[in-house]
T-cell receptor, first 114, second 112 residues
Framework: DSGVTQTPKHLITATGQRVTLRCSPRSGDLSVYWYQQSLDQGLQFLIQYYNGEERAKGNILERFSAQQFPDLHSELNLSSLELGDSALYFC?????????????FGPGTRLTVL | DAKTTQPTSMDCAEGRAANLPCNHSTISGNEYVYWYRQIHSQGPQYIIHGLKNNETNEMASLIITEDRKSSTLILPHATLRDTAVYYCIVQPANFGNEKLTFGTGTRLTIIP
């Protein structure tokens, strides 16, 4: 158990809909990362938040947005869903100030868009 | 970030040492080598990292060549639970640039 929790585990929805994925980082970790894993694209970094502020952005679509709340949990919002958004979405957290970059990953949310 | 090259797949007999190679010929002086693994759709798991010295922890050993252009992850006594995709990642350990760039990794299968 990494200490990172993600809800829900599975999500099935229809095209055009909007969903919210939730992540609770390990206690004390200030950074939260979101990754997407699809069959054709592999594991891809989407976005990073540090202590409530956006830190880095990767291949995140404009239809997707994220935020990190004062209690450090994070939400990833996916809107106008398309079939191609079906994927595993992982959240990870890390402790800032460490001399290396060990990220702790949650179990993921499997999104299926029908 | 430096690019890495790994074999697509490898097999290893249970109980033997699994040696997973990684080439990173364009690595820069400030870039670390990280290894993560992913067991069947679970979240990736950190294994080990290093800069230029060999490293060992409870999970594995990391051997980095003197020129730092390649490295080998060693699982000393592989078990069936080590069957996973192993990712070699090279990137600087700078604050503000901590995203992990995953390649395709090596699918390691431990044979009973």
């Amino acid at each position: 158990d990494s200490g990172v929790t993600q809800t829900p585990k599975h999500l099935i929805t229809a095209t055009g809909q909007r969903v919210t994925l939730r992540c609770s980082p390990r206690s004390g970790d200030l950074s939260v990362y979101w990754y997407q894993q699809s069959l054709d694209q592999g594991l891809q970094f989407l976005i990073q938040y540090y202590n409530g502020e956006e830190r880095a952005k990767g291949n995140i679509l404009e239809r997707f947005s994220a935020q990190q709340f004062p209690d450090l949990h994070s939400e990833l919002n996916l809107s106008s869903l398309e079939l191609g958004d079906s994927a595993l979405y992982f959240c990870a957290s890390s402790e800032q100030g460490a001399s290396y970059n060990e990220q702790f990953f949650g179990p993921g949310t499997r999104l299926t868009v029908l | 970030d430096a690019k890495t090259t790994q074999p697509t797949s490898m097999d290893c007999a249970e109980g033997r040492a699994a040696n997973l190679p990684c080439n990173h010929s364009t690595i820069s002086g400030n870039e670390y080598v990280y290894w993560y693994r992913q067991i069947h759709s679970q979240g990736p798991q950190y294994i080990i990292h290093g800069l230029k010295n060999n490293e060992t922890n409870e999970m594995a050993s990391l051997i980095i060549t003197e020129d730092r252009k390649s490295s080998t992850l060693i699982l000393p006594h592989a078990t069936l639970r080590d069957t996973a995709v192993y990712y070699c990642i090279v990137q600087p350990a700078n604050f503000g640039n901590e995203k992990l760039t995953f390649g395709t990794g090596t699918r390691l299968t431990i044979i009973p």
